[in-house]
């Protein structure tokens, strides 16, 4: 396991755009498959976006492509995610996951470091 922190919440205007941020400690990102997921108060943890290791490949949740970019920067050991066009259902806990070499899946069980994650809060 690796720690994870996640950085760049907070409040945005709906419309508006904000960048998160999973920086992990003492390890190479670049060798882990890295999702974001995202939890509302009263509602499940639900899976936004994931970027493989090696090629970088991406996979988002039907209801966000579009609106939601998932990068990594492998000279600053990060992988981001590029909120747009924000809406008030936004509003969540967003918490950056990873697992080494994995498999670039969208359920929470498929990753075993999570971060203790980043409030991010829409006004209408």
């Known amino acids: 396991q690796v720690q994870l922190v996640e950085s760049g919440g907070g409040l945005v205007q709906a419309g508006g755009s904000l960048r998160l941020v999973c920086t992990p400690s003492e390890v190479t990102l670049s060798d882990y498959t890295v999702a974001w997921f995202r939890q509302a108060p009263g509602k499940e943890r639900e899976f936004v976006a994931a970027i493989s290791w090696g090629n970088s490949r991406t996979n988002y949740a039907d209801s966000l492509k579009g609106r939601f970019t998932i990068s990594r920067d492998n000279a600053k050991n990060t992988v981001s995610l590029q909120l747009s066009y924000t809406k008030s259902e936004d509003t969540a806990v967003y918490y950056c996951?990873?697992?080494?070499?994995?498999?670039?899946?969208?359920?929470?069980?498929?990753?075993?470091?999570w971060g203790q994650g980043t409030q991010v809060t829409v006004s209408s």
């Open positions: 996951a990873a697992r080494q070499w994995g498999s670039i899946w969208n359920r929470a069980s498929a990753y075993d470091s």
